[in-house]
T-cell receptor
Framework: SQELEQSPQSLIVQEGKNLTINCTSSKTLYGLYWYKQKYGEGLIFLMMLQKGGEEKSHEKITAKLDEKKQQSSLHITASQPSHAGIYLCGAEGAQKLVFGQGTRLTINP | EPEVTQTPSHQVTQMGQEVILRCVPI?????FYWYRQILGQKVEFLVS????????KSEIFDDQFSVERPDGSNFTLKIRSTKLEDSAMYFC????????????FGPGTRLTVT
């Protein structure tokens, strides 16, 4: 079965700094999803990547999928308090998503 | 982004009782999913549903669980006889066309079994 490993597990950065979260898959990815979750709340869809080398951006968040389709990264530029939360990557399987354990992001003012 | 509502937001029940969790997608999406997240653990897939049939289910989704879409809009997850280990956040998700399309999640129902 497919496993996703996220790193780091938690991250504390100062407001305004850039940061990167990584997601590594045990198998080739068909599709890779990024979500944001606030503690105890639902998952907010951020981006979906499907093609090797693909890169997508939304506001200050950029996600990339490597050429081999086994690793993805999420990069936040000039972090803000609103970026705080738990970031989850999810791998697409047959009619389901398999998630990583999440990366908890804290932004210090 | 399509809206998904879930009711109730929080349910407390005694062990052995039946619970029904509801999902109401405000859209015409065709694919429905249930996931759960035990406190401090990963989000886990339970079941996917399309055209009034289960299309995929995990080993967690045993005979205690069932899903249906009784009136063409609400999508329900029933747990027949709850156990302490069923305590978790349960998320409904929808997708327009299934694989290769975005999955949008509801806010979740927190189930507490005592």
């Amino acid at each position: 079965s497919q496993e996703l490993e996220q790193s780091p597990q938690s991250l504390i950065v100062q407001e305004g700094k850039n940061l990167t979260i990584n997601c590594t898959s045990s198998k080739t990815l068909y599709g890779l999803y990024w979500y944001k979750q606030k503690y105890g709340e639902g998952l907010i869809f951020l981006m979906m990547l499907q093609k090797g080398g693909e890169e997508k951006s939304h506001e200050k968040i950029t996600a990339k999928l490597d050429e081999k389709k086994q690793q993805s990264s999420l990069h936040i530029t000039a972090s803000q308090p609103s970026h705080a939360g738990i970031y989850l990557c999810g791998a697409e399987g047959a009619q389901k998503l398999v998630f990583g354990q999440g990366t908890r992001l804290t932004i210090n003012p | 982004e399509p809206e998904v509502t879930q009711t109730p937001s929080h349910q407390v029940t005694q062990m052995g009782q039946e619970v029904i969790l509801r999902c109401v997608p405000i859209s015409n999406h065709l694919y429905f999913y249930w996931y759960r997240q035990i406190l401090g653990q990963k989000v886990e897939f339970l079941v996917s549903f399309y055209n009034n049939e289960i299309s995929e289910k995990s080993e967690i989704f045993d005979d205690q669980f069932s899903v249906e879409r009784p009136d063409g809009s609400n999508f329900t997850l029933k747990i027949r006889s709850t156990k302490l280990e069923d305590s978790a956040m349960y998320f409904c998700a929808i997708s327009e066309q299934g694989r290769g399309y975005e999955q949008y999640f509801g806010p979740g129902t927190r189930l507490t079994v005592t």
